[in-house]
């Protein structure tokens, strides 16, 4: 039984999980350590698992259009110590159902010096549940909704980024 299945256009960096699968999670360390520029995660996923995506380098990770994501893991997007593992977007622009994200959002740079996570993108009007502070190293610019940024701003622990928090176009 195939745990996922995708295409990959190395020569471009892209990872696309196929759409129309039944993928419904990526499981723990599913792409732990990987090199992709872009990976695109299909509508029909409800969780990322457990350090799925730690220690890549990813620059955007995107969610199809319809996400039905609602749960991010612990350590799911958490660089560690990779030099020049940055992720630089997490477009989750389309995941509306959003729930919890319990994973920690930074990297670091070829230098060795700890990076904030330059852009998240968040669809979700109803801020997500935070199990901790998931940008220790800081934020650039958080996107939400328009008619929510004063939610996001008031919400637990996003009031920490709230100069940070600005509308979804």
């Given at each position: 039984?195939?745990?996922?299945?995708?295409?990959?256009n190395l020569s471009h960096g892209y990872l696309q999980l196929c759409q129309n699968s039944s993928l419904s999670s990526i499981g723990k360390t599913a792409?732990?350590?990987?090199?992709?520029?872009t990976i695109e995660i299909p509508?029909?996923?409800?969780e990322i698992g457990w350090y799925a995506f730690s220690s890549a380098y990813i620059k955007v990770i995107s969610f199809e259009e319809g996400s039905k994501l609602t749960t991010?893991?612990?350590?799911?997007?958490e660089m560690?110590?990779?030099?020049?593992a940055m992720i630089e977007t997490i477009d989750l622009s389309y995941c509306e159902n959003l729930q919890s994200i319990n994973?920690?959002?930074y990297g670091m740079?070829?230098?060795?010096?700890?990076?904030?996570?330059?852009?998240?993108?968040?669809?979700?009007?109803?801020?997500?549940?935070?199990?901790?502070?998931?940008?220790?190293?800081?934020?650039?610019?958080?996107?939400?909704?328009?008619?929510?940024?004063?939610?996001y701003k008031s919400a637990n622990i996003w009031s920490n980024h709230k100069d940070k928090i600005k509308a979804l176009n």
């Open positions: 039984k195939k745990k996922y299945t995708y295409t990959t792409f732990r350590g990987t090199h992709f520029a509508s029909e996923v409800t991010i893991a612990d350590g799911a997007f560690g110590t990779l030099q020049g994973s920690t959002f740079n070829n230098y060795g010096s700890w990076v904030s996570l330059p852009t998240l993108k968040i669809g979700t009007k109803t801020p997500p549940t935070l199990s901790k502070e998931i940008f220790p190293h800081g934020i650039n610019d958080i996107y939400v909704p328009s008619e929510s940024i004063e939610v």
